[in-house]
């Protein structure tokens, strides 16, 4: 449970070439005071249940590390008395990689921050430069290791289809992502926004964003890697906002509610097709059973997964079966006497029949 607080654009230093940060966090208040904070906080722990796992205040958008020291001081000590009433585990907060030493990781630790979320979005450093982000993937490796050395959670933003990126040069930045083994992995593609930099470049002709099929096919690629080293992905896309889908707010780009959907039905076709191909199977239909969350998704949009394997394995029917017991991206395959089992990894692992 992640109760979060949003900085709107404090101690941003520098405005890449991206960002519209009252579209992607929300119009709301450029300071957080004392009252509302108490107020969120009581208001999320009174109406959700708790869940297994931690709970916990986070401070998300702008450069929390950037902010002046008091005001840092200030936003933790407003969470301080719900750490010491035990309601809530710890404290995240997100952040520039060159916005991150020792000292300030020292303020964050001893006030109870547990998870510290790097703003990467690339470790290519032509890239960086084209995306006026203002630093280079040096600075990122430092800051990963210098949150490691002080037993911080880790987590890393990427973003795909920056300008002066390409498919090769984002599965190099998530290469070098995987060498770093942070703790979780946040994905989205690149939108256009607008009043942003990036608008100005697109309507220029200088910048063309990717399409909603290369998106999918980029963080999907992405996501198979980081889950074969072990390393979660915690969201794939923006967090939609009322102020994202107003009329005008999204230039271009591939821009989708359902992103992470998308993106899943992709990797579950995939997942599909390696079981039929390597059951090889005569039989003209197949069952396949998934986590429940995933029934909905499988079929893709507009049934087009269900269609594809249809035609290309020569199938009359496709049964769906939803097991609580298996986790997320996980697919089993009966057809015939053969039984096999993969998950995001691509493994493919025979079952008992």
Known sequence: MIIPF????RGCRHRCIFCNERLLAGDRPATITAEAFAQTVRAHLGSTPRKRGPVQIAFYGGTFTALEEGEQRRLLDLAAPFLREGLIDGIRLSTRPDEI????????????VTTVEVGAQSLDD??????RRGHGAAETIRALCLLKERGFTRGL????????????????????????????????????????ALEAAYRAGSY???????????CAAAWKMLA??????????????????????????PFHPSFRSRVEAALLRE??????????????????????????????????????????FGLARIRLTGDPGLPPLTLLLRTGGTALGTDATGTITPLPG
């Open 271 to 312: 997942m599909a097709e390696a079981l039929l191909a390597a059951a090889g199977s005569q039989e003209r239909e197949a069952s396949f059973i998934l986590a429940p969350t995933h029934l909905s998704v499988f079929p893709g949009e507009g049934r087009t997964n269900i269609a594809a394997l249809r035609e290309r």
């Open 126 to 131: 032509e890239v960086l430069r084209s995306a």
């Open 6 to 9: 949003f900085l709107m654009n």
């Open 228 to 253: 074969a080293a072990g390393i979660p992905v915690v969201r794939i896309g923006l967090q939609t906002t009322r102020e994202m889908e107003a009329p005008g707010a999204v230039v271009a780009g």
């Open 101 to 112: 030493d020792g000292p300030r990781l020292d303020l964050l630790k001893a006030a109870g």
């Open 208 to 218: 063309a964003p990717l399409t909603i099929a290369e998106a999918i096919a980029q």
């Open 157 to 196: 933003h990427l973003m795909a289809g920056l300008p002066g990126d390409d498919g090769e040069r984002f599965r190099r930045t998530v290469e070098k992502a995987v060498s770093l083994v942070p703790d979780m992995v946040r994905l989205h593609p690149t939108v256009v926004f607008r009043d942003t």
